[in-house]
């Protein structure tokens, strides 16, 4: 197709925005789909994107439209929404030239709107503002048109107003589609550079690559050179996709598709890899993509201790469709083996676990989620560190370093008070306050990650009544007063609830952990005493007393010295039990560490 008639764009939005919603109505109104075939969240294949209502993985499709006569090919990646997946959204930006910036026109700009519109704009992408559901009792379709003004600087003449759930609108944006988005630039004559910004595994054909054709022209049976792995193979099948997977014989410069070239493991492919010819090269790689750094960790381990090998299975088929979280073997003398796996937040630590159950068929013990930090060793080494159990000796620490992010929390005006100080609480430091309209203001916080990783979100829609949103990306690591809490039950430091916090709040988290613990382990045939300890100091204690047989209950009258001998020799029995007895420390135990919030 000739290339002035293709578009390449993204939709972005904050979370519940309607980005699936129109992506569906663009699929419907361009005939792409029947009524038949239509079904809400079309491009969300996956069982949990349409029960929890979100979407998880990025979507790409292939559009035949015609519009004012010509016909074009719409080419639009739909992208999460989850401040977690932003990665995703980064991916799909990259392999465009615009970006559909869908606001709710019922809640305005939000905190993820404003991260999507930076990210857009520092890839040289074209804008266009979409305002949604401009059909609810509650819009104000100007307002928010104001408020896009406002804070991103998009004038208001450029804004789309439609409604994606009833088609109101929508094709008045097909026009403002292929009026206001580039066209792709690449010389189909050129050596072939496609971008790979996505790959999934199938059971039958191996792993099948999401291209961008950037330079010259991907044909079926052409032998290829990965050029990030510098390995060759010959494309079985090429295609696109709309919306199902459709075979052709070529891709050219400026379209999007699919490709399989008989690549058996997901390990052999690099997203953000370049593929060109493996006869005439190219002769430099594409840009590509930064690698998805994972920044929450947390530990898998069987709940029966003894299915490692169906646990390890289950993780090496769920690597094959999500690259971006790892897992590598762990210890535990508490739990035995297992894996500690990394995630690019709580929702996809949330999401694979559910998937490992629901999927798989395993279950698994987790432990309390923990976040990375760099440590500064005395001999200039830096050292990244996961867990607290792999946190070296503080005799050979200098310092450590703390994750820090850039947040920023769009409110009500009259909820500042109550936000900051929650801020302050969770040692954030103010940087700025925007005004975004006159009930609503964004605020600007550097505050580390481990302080708003567990419930900050939840208690920011507790004190804003559900209107609070936020977003954040990890800027930096800054040393900071940091110690090691360990542990103790019954004598024995237990590493999956060991944890990392600043020395100011050890006191008070010690003394939750062992409190929370109290509760949640059973009571055994002996005393156990729970302890927090920093280094050799114990700084918080409580004590599991033992379950008690009334051993004198059939000794009535008669010599007390008959009853003292059998309390006696009960004592000694715990004693002795006590020294070789072992504590059985529940799954919901390993979560008390998940400290409940202090708003």
Do not use: W
Request: proline residues 4%.
């Amino acid at each position: 197709m000739d290339q002035s008639k293709i578009r390449n764009f993204s939709i972005v939005a904050h979370i519940d925005h309607g980005k699936s919603t129109l992506a569906d109505r663009l699929l419907q109104l361009s005939g792409a789909v029947s009524e038949r075939e239509l079904k809400a969240q079309l491009l969300d294949d996956m069982d949990l994107e349409r029960e929890r209502g979100i979407t998880i993985k990025a979507s790409a499709v292939s559009i035949d439209a015609k519009i004012d006569g010509d016909d074009y090919l719409l080419n639009l990646i739909d992208t999460p929404g989850h401040v977690d997946f932003h990665y995703e959204v980064s991916r799909s930006l990259a392999a465009c030239e615009g970006a559909l910036l869908v606001v709710d026109s019922t809640q305005g700009v939000q905190a993820q709107t404003v991260a999507n519109a930076y990210a857009a704009v520092g890839g040289d992408l074209y804008i266009i503002p979409v305002v949604n559901k401009i059909d609810l009792p509650g819009a104000q379709p100007e307002d928010t048109a104001i408020e896009i003004e406002h804070v991103l600087g998009i004038s208001m003449d450029e804004v789309q107003f439609v409604s994606a759930k009833s088609g109101v609108g929508i094709a008045e944006l097909f026009k403002a589609i292929v009026k206001c988005l580039p066209p792709p630039a690449g010389d189909p004559a050129a050596p072939l550079q496609a971008l790979v910004f996505d790959s999934e595994y199938d059971d039958y054909r191996g792993v099948i690559c999401y291209v961008r054709v950037v330079n010259g022209t991907i044909r079926k049976g052409q032998k290829i050179l990965l050029m990030g792995r510098e390995r060759h193979y010959v494309i079985t099948e090429l295609g696109k996709f709309r919306p199902k997977m459709t075979a052709v014989d070529t891709l050219a410069a400026g379209e999007v598709g699919y490709m399989v070239a008989s690549i058996k493991r997901l390990q052999d492919v690099t997203v953000g890899d370049t593929v060109t010819d493996a006869v005439s090269p190219a002769s430099e790689p594409l840009a590509g993509y930064d690698p998805p750094l994972q920044m929450v960790f947390c530990d898998f381990y069987p709940a029966s201790g003894e299915g490692y090998d169906e646990l390890r299975s289950a993780l090496e088929r769920l690597s094959l469709n999500d690259a971006s979280f790892t897992f590598q073997p762990e210890h535990s003398d508490a739990l035995g083996f297992g894996f500690r796996c990394g995630f690019l937040g709580l929702l996809h630590m949330d999401i694979v676990q559910e998937r490992l159950e629901r999927e798989c068929g395993v279950d698994v013990v987790q432990t309390a989620p923990s976040v990375t930090y760099e440590v500064l060793m005395h001999g200039g080494d830096v050292v990244r560190v996961d867990a607290a159990s792999d946190l070296p000796t503080l005799g050979d620490v200098e310092e450590i370093r703390e994750a820090i992010v850039d947040l920023q929390v769009i409110i009500p005006v009259d909820c500042v008070g109550l936000i900051m100080k929650l801020a302050e609480q969770r040692r954030g430091v103010y940087k700025k306050t925007e005004y975004l309209s006159e009930t609503r203001v964004m605020l600007s916080y550097d505050i580390p990650f481990g302080e708003i990783l567990y419930d900050f979100y939840d208690i920011l829609k507790s004190a804003t009544r559900g209107y609070g949103t936020m977003d954040y990306h990890v800027d930096r690591f800054e040393p900071s007063d940091l110690v090691k809490l360990d542990i103790l039950v019954n004598g024995v430091p237990v590493d999956a609830l060991s944890v990392i916090c600043h020395r100011s709040a050890s006191y008070r988290r010690g003394r939750r952990i062992i409190e929370r613990l109290r509760q949640e382990i059973p009571r055994h045939q002996f005393e156990i005493p729970l302890q927090a300890a920093i280094g050799a100091k114990i700084i918080a204690r409580e004590t599991i007393k033992a379950l008690r047989k009334n051993v004198t209950a059939k000794c009535y009258g008669g010599d007390v010295t008959r009853k003292r001998k059998l309390l006696e020799k009960q004592k000694e029995g715990k004693k002795r039990m006590k020294t070789v007895g072992r504590v059985d420390v529940p799954q919901k135990a390993f979560m008390v560490i998940l400290e409940p919030g202090d708003g």
